[in-house]
């Protein structure tokens, strides 16, 4: 089976403070500890995964400056076969669309049974996975908590619904998945890894290779723009209660009541 893994470099909120810059355009970038997408890690551990079990071969690719290829060898470190960078210029400032126009390129350019994203990245949006499955004409779920491979054109798919529920679906490929974290254990990458591939060649392709026109991608084309960012104002601080479980309790209903959310 071949999977391709859509990944992205974003600033780690574990190990930075995020702060919006001095204008309100951007959060302050200088400085910033960067790493994967949490929810495309999960994608890349299924990926792999998968292939352990049936075959194939999984490759990573990324939409970005030069810095991301750290990213896709990370995650080739972790298991995957091949990277891909699809980097220029005229990529820059693509909203949602912008980036799964360029995606769409790449996936035409190869012969891939399953695609795979994470369920959204530091924008929050979680589009792109659904917007590239439009553009290929391809069926598509979202937060994608189980896989199981049925046969060559064939998967059994668990998605996270309304309630905590887990609804079950077949799908035909080849399509795209967008993944939930949970649905595995992403496993550790050790430093013998990365040193592993650290010299292998990453393939660059722009929008010339990809066949994109520029007129379609990057800020000009964006129908979404960040008009600003701002840190929302603290509200008042949490009240502590006090005593034995039963007084807590009593405490808690008596509050509750008052506040208006018991009758």
Not at 53 to 69: C, F, I, L, P
Not at 97 to 115: F, H, N, Q, R, S
Request: include cysteine.
């Amino acid at each position: 089976m071949e999977i391709l893994v859509c990944v992205k470099r974003v600033p780690d909120t574990s190990e930075n403070e995020i702060a919006v810059n001095s204008d309100g355009t951007d959060i302050d970038r200088d400085d910033l500890v960067y790493s994967v997408n949490e929810w495309d890690n999960y994608a890349v551990e299924e990926a792999i995964q998968i292939v352990d079990r049936v075959g194939g071969k999984v490759t990573v690719v990324a939409v970005g400056d030069d810095e991301s290829e750290e990213v896709l060898r990370r995650e080739m470190a972790m298991g995957a076969h091949e990277g891909l960078l699809l980097s220029d210029d005229a990529f820059a400032g693509s909203d949602g669309k912008g980036i799964a126009t360029i995606l769409k390129a790449a996936v035409e350019k190869g012969k891939y049974d399953l695609v795979l994203t994470g369920a959204q990245a530091d924008a929050g949006a979680g589009q792109v996975g659904g917007m590239l499955a439009a553009m290929l004409d391809q069926p598509y779920a979202s937060l994608v908590n189980k896989i199981e491979v049925i046969d060559d054109k064939t998967l059994k798919v668990g998605r996270e619904i309304e309630g905590g529920n887990q609804e079950m679906n077949e799908i035909q490929m080849p399509c795209v998945l967008s993944i939930q974290t949970g649905i595995n254990e992403p496993r550790y990458v050790g430093i013998r890894g990365i040193r592993k591939v650290a010299s292998v060649e990453i393939p660059v392709l722009g929008a010339s290779d990809l066949g994109v026109s520029s007129d379609a991608v990057g800020a000009a084309a964006a129908k979404v723009k960040v008009q600003d960012y701002f840190v929302p104002q603290l509200g008042a601080g949490a009240e502590m209660l006090e005593g034995s479980t039963e007084e807590i309790i009593d405490k808690l209903i008596e509050l509750l009541k008052a506040k208006g959310g018991l009758k």
